[in-house]
Nanobody
Framework: QVQLVEAGGGLVQAGGSLRLSCAAS????????MGWFRQVPGKEREFVAA????????YYADSVKGRFTISRDSAKNTVYLQMNSLKPEDTAVYYC??????????????????????WGQGTQVTVSS
């Protein structure tokens, strides 16, 4: 069974850091574009960051650029999101996603997120002020 499992969420003070991980199983995701989205109650799911299959290209939402870093370890079939200088407005459930054919990560900010092939169940990030 293909699964993406997020981990690493929690409660952190403003200005602090967290590292999220997304472990894939069921198949190799090394050639898949992968990324992170977040969602708060009453709002649409929002693009955060994406990374190419090779890991050599990354793309970030303007709201997190300079603070968040996405990376991947193909050997571990895992994608990470390092979040620094966290703000209360970063509070959300963070979801990882993967897709085999939507490989142009620069389109991920505007795509229909529901079209992505695989999703994790999410991990809660809460940033206190």
């Amino acid at each position: 069974q293909v699964q993406l499992v997020e981990a690493g969420g929690g409660l952190v003070q403003a200005g602090g850091s967290l590292r999220l991980s997304c472990a894939a199983s069921g198949r190799t995701f090394s050639s898949y574009a992968m990324g992170w989205f977040r969602q708060v109650p009453g709002k649409e799911r929002e693009f955060v960051a994406a990374i190419s299959g090779s890991g050599r290209s990354t793309y970030y939402a303007d709201s997190v650029k300079g603070r968040f870093t996405i990376s991947r370890d193909s050997a571990k079939n895992t994608v990470y999101l390092q979040m620094n200088s966290l703000k209360p407005e970063d509070t959300a459930v963070y979801y990882c996603a993967a897709d085999s054919d939507l490989t142009d990560i620069f389109k991920w900010a505007s795509l229909d997120w529901a079209s992505l092939d695989y999703w994790g169940q999410g991990t809660q990030v809460t940033v206190s002020s």
